[in-house]
C-alpha cells in the first residue's frame, strides 16, 4: 500500500502563486508515475499535470501548459505542483496519484490509477 498526503493548497488572489506537494509515507516514489488531477465543485475530475516513472516526461493539460511545473526531487520523496499565474478557474480540489504499472499513453485517464491523496483545496479569487 502506498499512502498519498498533499499539502500546500489555499487561498490566493489571481495572478498568484503556490506550491502543492504530494509525499508517500514510508516510501520514495521511485518507480511511480505521480500526477495531479483536480475537481473543481459540479465538474468531473480531471488531469492536471504528470510525471512519468523516469521522471523524464512531464506532461501538461493544455489548460496550464506554461503556468504549472510538475517536478520530483532527486530521490522521488516528494512531487511538486508549482502553480504560477493562477486563474479563477484554477479553482478545485488537487489531488496527486500514483501508479507503478501506468504507461504514458494512459496517465491522463484517472481511472488507471491505484493510490490517492485526499486532496488539497486551491481556491484562487478574482
Known amino acids: 500500500q502506498v499512502q498519498l498526503s498533499e499539502s500546500g493548497g489555499g487561498l490566493v488572489q489571481a495572478g498568484d502563486s503556490l506550491r502543492l506537494s504530494c509525499a508517500a509515507s514510508?516510501?520514495?516514489?521511485?518507480?511511480?508515475?505521480v500526477t495531479w488531477f483536480r475537481q473543481a465543485p459540479g465538474k468531473a475530475r480531471e488531469f492536471v499535470a504528470g510525471l512519468t516513472r523516469s521522471g523524464a516526461n512531464p506532461i501538461y493539460a493544455d489548460s496550464v501548459k506554461g503556468r504549472f511545473t510538475i517536478s520530483g526531487d532527486n530521490a522521488k520523496k516528494k512531487v511538486t505542483l508549482q502553480m504560477n499565474s493562477l486563474k479563477p478557474e484554477d479553482t478545485a480540489v488537487y489531488y496527486c496519484a500514483a501508479d507503478a504499472t501506468i504507461i504514458l499513453s494512459s496517465m491522463r485517464d484517472d481511472a488507471q490509477y491505484d493510490y490517492w491523496g485526499q486532496g488539497t483545496q486551491v481556491t484562487v479569487s478574482s
Open positions: 514510508g516510501r520514495t516514489f521511485r518507480n511511480y508515475a
